[in-house]
């Protein structure tokens, strides 16, 4: 399921890659969805599989009555929005991210940066790949917090989208590949890519202090709690309570 405006060009990498059996394709730009219904008409590799173009919008069709039930049946939902984090966006990210296929993935993309505090600062509006900014890290925050990550698990990858504008790609797994299988995760990672480092400003005074959970090493508390995706305060003070024996400090 996806949005891929006139030409597809992701969908037709994906039929490339094969084998696809079918997409739910939704277009609300008339002029785009012409074009997207000639490529399918026209061009072979769209017109090899069976696919349904909908001249809508895609938020509209979720919000419709029983709409939820279809979704976990799609094993890869890209909603390349490209567009604003809106309340009606992060209530569908949190249900489809919910009731996706345990073996499936979910992908969408966020226009970011663009919040009045940006615009003001024009200096933070630019997204160099090496940082982003407060307000930046602040959308995905909320993105996340839409998403119930407490009660259930997932890895969720967080990376730049495109160079140079602040867009970002969020994916939403709920289990890995393991050979041929799928592996339900067994607590939540949420995988900030190194372009992402450095976002959060060091705090002065508090010296960075390694921490240890299940085995897996963080250089500060700070970087735990944005790669499992809870408060750095929690992460602290797991680090130094005995009731969390897989939290230490090193
Ligand atoms: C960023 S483009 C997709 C680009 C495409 N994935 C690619 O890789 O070439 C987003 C497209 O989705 C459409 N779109 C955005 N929000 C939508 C919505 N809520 N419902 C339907 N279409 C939407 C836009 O008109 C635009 O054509």
Not at 17 to 27: A, Q
Not at 133 to 159: G, Y
Request: glycine letters at 6%.
């Amino acid at each position: 399921m996806g949005l891929p405006a006139g030409r597809a060009l992701f969908e037709k990498q994906l039929i490339r890659r094969g084998p696809v059996k079918s997409m739910l394709l939704f277009e609300r730009d008339k002029g785009i969805f012409q074009e997207l219904h000639v490529a399918c008409r026209t061009d072979e590799e769209l017109s090899s599989i069976d696919r349904t173009v909908l001249p809508m919008d895609v938020d509209r069709w979720m919000t419709s009555a029983g709409r939820s039930m279809e979704l976990p049946c799609h094993d890869l939902t890209w909603l390349d929005y490209c567009g604003p984090v809106t309340t009606e966006r992060l209530s569908h990210v949190g249900s489809l991210a919910l009731g996706m296929r345990s073996d499936g993935i979910f992908a969408v993309t966020f226009m970011v940066g663009r919040e009045k505090v940006d615009v003001d600062q024009p200096s933070l509006v630019e997204l160099d790949t090496e940082m982003l900014s407060l307000a930046q890290l602040k959308r995905v925050r909320t993105v996340l917090n839409a998403v119930d990550l407490k009660e259930n698990n997932f890895k969720v990858t967080i990376q730049p989208y495109a160079d140079g504008v602040p867009m970002l790609l969020m994916i939403f797994k709920k289990s890995l590949k393991v050979g041929d299988s799928y592996q339900p995760l067994s607590r939540t990672v949420v995988d900030i890519r190194k372009t992402l480092k450095g976002i959060r400003p060091r705090r002065r005074g508090r010296p960075l202090k390694v921490v240890m959970i299940d085995g897996d090493r963080y250089s500060s508390a700070d970087e735990a709690a944005q790669q499992i995706g809870c408060a750095a305060q929690t992460v602290r003070n797991r680090a130094r309570s005995s009731s969390f024996p897989g939290y230490k400090y090193i």
